[in-house]
Structures are given as structure tokens and as C-alpha cells.
């Protein structure tokens, strides 16, 4: 069964500050992975996908690496904002086009 | 981008009754939806996958006549919480996968915070 671990669990950092986020998983056997963003009491946001055969994904600030044979992943913040606070999940892709999430990480920039 | 629309985004109702959540696909056609339940400060867990014109999957431990999961159109699933409890109380999320596969990553929807009084 797989399972998903996000450390850190909660992070507060200064506004400005560059980050990074960590995901891993237990079975390297994956289609994809992706990085959502979740605000309180809200839906899911998807930041990146990136596929099991790819080792990053780019959008804007936010670049993520996939390295599979290790089980992890790491979603790397450049530039952090005040907008960019909010629970970080990673999902892993398996068969049957399931997800499964991770525990996720509380992120808090401050002014 | 690909839009998913779930309705209502809020319940509050006696113990006893049945709720009909839906979700839709409002600009792609999805042959798979999934629901998933979350609990406050916990991940998401995935309860089943709707597959349209199919019986829904079911994952370990979901009663499957508590929840009933209705796939009837390619833009739309329905999950009815029947009978609900205090215990039903959580944030449900539906997603949907564009028909077209391969890279498409899932939607999700907005989500329904459903309490049970």
C-alpha cells in the first residue's frame, strides 16, 4: 500500500525567503506526481504534474523534482509571499489513475 | 482551463437525513470522477471512483450503501449520504480526469462542507 509523508508539517517563514517543501513515498512504482495547493476550507489547487518519466516541473516560482528511485519529491518556492500561505499536498499517481495524498505542509509567510 | 463545479458548497441538516452532492465537469467530458473525504487538519482520503454508466468503485472500509455514487452523464456524478450521522460531518472533494488521458492531471472541485446536527 502506498504511502505519503510530508515533512515539514507546518512552516513559517519571512516574506522573500526561498523554500522548499518535501515529499515522500513508499512505492516507487508511480504514473505521476503532483503538488496541489489547498486555502482554509477550500478545494484543490493544482500546481504542477510531472510525470513518472520526467525529474522536474517549472511553472512561474515554483519548480518541482521527482526523483523516483529514492521515493521523493521536492516542490521548491522561490520568492515567498504573503499569497503563497496555505496547505501544500504532493499526491502520487497510481493504477487506476488514483491518487494518494500526503499529510500535507501548513505554510505561513509573514510580512 | 479544465473547470470542475461541485454544488453545494455548504450543508447543515438533521441527523437522519440524506444529501445529494453533485459534481460536474463544465468544459471536458470525464469517463472517471473521484470522491474524496477529509477531516479537519487530515489529507485527503479517496471513498470511490464514479465511472460513468458503471457501478462506482469502492475503496476499503467505504460502505457502499451509505454512499451512493451515481455516474449517469460524462459531465456529471452525484454522492448521496444517506441517512446521515454526526459522524458524516467532513469536507467532501470530487475530481475529474479529462477523458482524453495521458498527461492530463486531475480537477478538482470546491468542495462541500457537509455537518450533521
Known amino acids: 500500500k502506498q504511502e505519503v509523508t510530508q515533512i515539514p508539517a507546518a512552516l513559517s517563514v519571512p516574506e522573500g525567503e526561498n523554500l522548499v517543501l518535501n515529499c515522500s513515498f513508499t512505492d516507487s512504482a508511480i504514473y505521476n506526481l503532483q503538488w496541489f495547493r489547498q486555502d482554509p476550507g477550500k478545494g484543490l489547487t493544482s500546481l504542477l504534474l510531472?510525470?513518472?518519466?520526467?525529474r522536474e516541473q517549472t511553472s512561474g516560482r515554483l519548480n518541482a523534482s521527482l526523483d523516483k528511485s529514492s521515493g521523493r519529491s521536492t516542490l521548491y518556492i522561490a520568492a515567498s509571499q504573503p499569497g503563497d500561505s496555505a496547505t501544500y499536498l504532493c499526491?502520487?499517481?497510481?493504477?487506476?489513475?488514483?491518487?494518494?495524498f500526503g499529510t500535507g505542509t501548513q505554510l505561513k509567510v509573514e510580512l | 482551463g479544465a473547470v470542475v463545479s461541485q454544488h453545494p458548497s455548504r450543508v447543515i441538516c438533521k441527523s437522519g437525513t440524506s444529501v445529494k452532492i453533485e459534481c460536474r465537469s463544465l468544459?471536458?467530458?470525464?469517463?472517471?470522477m473521484f470522491w474524496y473525504r477529509q477531516f479537519p487538519k487530515q489529507s485527503l482520503m479517496l471513498m470511490a471512483t464514479?465511472?460513468?454508466?458503471?457501478?462506482?468503485?469502492?475503496e476499503q472500509g467505504v460502505e457502499k450503501d451509505k454512499f451512493l455514487i451515481n455516474h449517469a452523464s460524462l459531465t456529471l456524478s452525484t454522492l448521496t449520504v444517506t441517512s446521515a450521522h454526526p459522524e458524516d460531518s467532513s469536507f467532501y472533494i470530487c475530481?475529474?480526469?479529462?477523458?482524453?488521458?495521458?498527461?492530463?492531471?486531475?480537477?478538482f472541485g470546491d468542495g462541500t462542507r457537509l455537518s450533521i446536527l
Open positions: 475530481s475529474a480526469r479529462d477523458r482524453q488521458g495521458g498527461s492530463q492531471p486531475q480537477h
Open positions: 510531472i510525470q513518472s518519466s520526467q
Open positions: 468544459d471536458f467530458q470525464a469517463t472517471t
Open positions: 464514479s465511472n460513468e454508466g458503471s457501478k462506482a468503485t469502492y
Open positions: 499526491a502520487v499517481g497510481g493504477g487506476g489513475n488514483k491518487l494518494t
